[in-house]
T-cell receptor, first 110, second 114 residues
Framework: QQQVKQSPQSLIVQKGGISIINCAYE??????FPWYQQFPGKGPALLIA?????SEKKEGRFTISFNKSAKQFSLHIMDSQPGDSATYFC?????????FGEGTQLTVNP | ETGVTQSPTHLIKTRGQQVTLRCSSQ?????VSWYQQALGQGPQFIFQ???????GRGNFPPRFSGLQFPNYSSELNVNALELDDSALYLC?????????????FGQGTRLTVV
């Protein structure tokens, strides 16, 4: 059962551009929304996270926007760099578990 | 780098065999969760252990079982391996669920079933 839908599946941006990844969820019991970055052969690394009582959170070049009424949230990567090329997963937490989106493969061209 | 370590990093098993994967949690973390990540997909929750007890389970059959030890390290056991069990198995550790829910993942164990 897919409870977190992520788009796009892949994304190509130029160096210095803005990367935007979107997620939508169904379960209103979710109470914590992290984003993970994963490089090939590595485990997911926590990037940034937000709680539903906050509409936006910024950490460096990374910003989460959260729309509770629409049950949507997004990751914005400003000034994208080739080193940001990785797979990004949104996730939602409820009870004891994280439910992940299907991932977005981001490629940042030099 | 997180303080979560998993062993082995790679493993090849034959269908029908049994496998044990191991995880050492980050210092100060007493909760361990296991996830299965098939190629090209997001991780899927298998189960969580808190204070040596199972604390939530995903949609996985009973041949997937686990243990947590007093030092908070954990094992994932899979019996009667099937070809579809080939995946990256991830361990994540965290502090008690409330109020901190940040989970930190290890590098994973790549299991191939032939």
């Amino acid at each position: 059962q897919q409870q977190v839908k992520q788009s796009p599946q892949s994304l190509i941006v130029q160096k210095g551009g803005i990367s935007i990844i979107n997620c939508a969820y169904e379960n209103t019991a979710f109470d914590y929304f992290p984003w993970y970055q994963q490089f090939p052969g590595k485990g997911p690394a926590l990037l940034i996270a937000i709680r539903p009582d906050v509409s936006e959170k910024k950490e460096g070049r990374f910003t989460i926007s959260f729309n509770k009424s629409a049950k949507q949230f997004s990751l914005h990567i400003m000034d994208s760099q080739p080193g940001d090329s990785a797979t990004y997963f949104c996730a939602a937490f409820s009870g004891s578990r994280l439910t992940f989106g299907e991932g977005t493969q981001l490629t940042v061209n030099p | 780098e997180t303080g979560v370590t998993q062993s082995p990093t790679h493993l090849i098993k034959t269908r029908g065999q049994q496998v044990t994967l191991r995880c050492s949690s980050q210092s100060g973390h007493n909760t361990v969760s296991w996830y299965q990540q098939a190629l090209g997909q997001g991780p899927q929750f298998i189960f969580q252990y808190y204070r040596e007890e199972e604390n939530g389970r995903g949609n996985f059959p009973p041949r997937f079982s686990g243990l947590q030890f007093p030092n908070y390290s954990s094992e994932l056991n899979v019996n009667a391996l099937e070809l579809d069990d080939s995946a990256l198995y991830l361990c994540a550790s965290s502090r008690p669920i409330v109020p901190n829910t940040e989970a930190f993942f290890g590098q994973g164990t790549r299991l191939t079933v032939v």
